[in-house]
């Protein structure tokens, strides 16, 4: 019994990337491929650089000939290669080697990462336009949606921050596309990028005015003053 657990041991075990088992069929390979695949990286990671279709096939449910086929098929779709290597005592060997296949991996891993963050940002702008419908209480205008694709696009604001400022426009009782473009202009002059720095420099502005504002004057309107950007 003991010595059957240390043989299983003594097999060791091969590390593969999850994000291999997740995006195989985007590469276009079939669960078979992927079987022949596993067990090419089993033989390398025991040292076994170039195993035969017959040492292959004896591990699957494939006859020989169709192992080679599919040796064959797999080394012109670019996904494995034999290379060429020479031992210490300058003995010419081949070997396989799956390189071709992490970097279709790592291929496939930044589409994803490209079309995760374009559908994120796709959202982003969506829900961009809802905010302001809601604040407008009704449709943009074909003027209002080019300003806000202009904002974005040609100004690089982030919706993050063009959602501040449209906050900043209901607070200030000033909502309108021009005085948002204003703050915004501001923002943009000031090196405002984050929202936690708009938070700020709209604090530290009510906190100078607050200062300035007359104890009479002051308990006449709002206790909390705003900035009317149009005026700079």
């Known amino acids: 019994m003991k010595s059957n657990i240390l043989s299983w041991l003594q097999e060791g075990n091969i590390i593969v990337p999850a994000l291999l ?14 079987v022949l695949l596993l067990n090419i990286l089993t033989f390398l990671e025991k040292g076994h650089e170039f195993p035969t279709p017959e040492e292959l096939s004896a591990r699957m449910t494939i006859s020989v000939s169709d192992c080679n ?3 064959r098929r797999l080394i012109q779709r670019g996904f494995i290669e034999i290379t060429d290597e ?6 010419r060997f081949e070997k396989y080697s799956v390189k071709p296949l992490w970097e279709k991996l790592v291929d496939q891993f930044l589409i994803n990462n490209k079309t995760n963050k374009e559908m994120d940002k796709k959202a982003e702008e ?7 419908e809601k604040e407008f209480g009704r449709p943009l205008s074909p003027f209002e949606c080019e300003s ?55 604090q530290k502005f009510r906190q100078k005015q607050t200062q300035k504002m007359n104890p009479k004057v002051e308990s006449q309107k709002s206790s909390v003053p705003f900035y009317n950007w149009l005026e700079q």
């Open 126 to 132: 969506t829900d961009l336009y809802t905010c302001f």
């Open 148 to 202: 806000l694709g202009m904002w974005m696009d040609d100004d690089h604001h982030d919706p993050i921050i063009i959602k501040a400022a449209l906050r900043e426009a209901v607070m200030s009782g000033k909502l309108n596309f021009r005085y948002i473009d204003r703050i915004l202009f501001e923002w943009k002059k000031s090196g405002i990028r984050t929202i936690e720095q708009a938070k700020s420099h709209g």
């Open 21 to 34: 088992f997740s995006e195989y069929r985007k590469l276009n390979l079939n669960e078979i491929e992927l």
């Open 69 to 71: 086929e599919m040796l």
């Open 86 to 91: 020479y031992s210490n005592e300058g003995i």
